[in-house]
T-cell receptor, first 113, second 116 residues
């Protein structure tokens, strides 16, 4: 059974700092891995999707990497801003096609102005 | 597109009452997922449908929970009778699987359920 773990559970950084969020998964046979953002009282918004054949994806100040062999993914946020404050969740898809995601519990990020 | 639409957004009900949560997926999407989120357990899959057919309901906690998808544009999650431990945020999500889209998933805003 796939298990996804995110460390740390919470992180507070000063504005402008670069930071890395970590995600690990127990079963390396994944189809893809996604990073989501969740604001308080809201649903989840997909940030980046990395297919199992890819090593990384970039969108603006965000860069996500995937290392299937070690069961790890990281989300790098450059030049953090107070607007980046949210909970970030990673999720692994088990198989190809329309199968469910297994989520980590998230890292709650606070960027202090 | 309006996105995934869930109702009600908030519900407070008494223990023992029936609760029905509703979801309208994004038009054209062929998969629908019901997740539950709590502080202790995070996001857990309850059930999912492909082309309106339930595929895996092993995450449904017990017989008090049931879900239906009578057509491609509507799904319900029902709890009868409700208990205080059912208090959580219930998310509906939909996706379209294709060679080009992979399986990007879109979430609704959630239904915040409190059972007192």
């Amino acid at each position: 059974k796939q298990e996804v773990t995110q460390i740390p559970a919470a992180l507070s950084v000063p504005e402008g700092e670069n930071l890395v969020l970590n995600c690990s998964f127990t079963d390396s046979a994944i189809y893809n891995l996604q990073w989501f953002r969740q604001d308080p009282g809201k649903g989840l918004t997909s940030l980046l999707l990395i297919q199992s054949s890819q090593r990384e994806q970039t969108s603006g100040r965000l860069n996500a990497s995937l290392d299937k062999s070690s069961g790890r993914s990281t989300l790098y946020i450059a030049a953090s801003q107070p607007g980046d404050s949210a909970t970030y969740l990673c999720a692994a898809a088990r198989y190809s096609g329309n199968t469910p995601l297994v989520f980590g519990k998230g890292t709650r990020l606070s960027v202090i102005a | 597109d309006a996105g995934v639409i869930q109702s009600p957004r908030h519900e407070v009900t008494e223990m023992g009452q029936e609760v029905t949560l509703r979801c309208k997926p994004i038009s054209g999407h062929n998969s629908l997922f019901w997740y539950r989120q709590t502080m202790m357990r995070g996001l857990e899959l309850l059930i999912y449908f492909n082309n309106n057919v339930p595929i895996d309901d092993s995450g449904m906690p017990e017989d008090r929970f049931s879900a239906k998808m009578p057509n491609a544009s509507f799904s319900t999650l029902k709890i009868q009778p409700s208990e205080p431990r059912d208090s959580a945020v219930y998310f509906c999500a939909s996706s379209l699987v294709s060679r080009t889209s992979g399986n990007t998933i879109y979430f609704g805003e959630g239904s915040w359920l409190t059972v007192v």
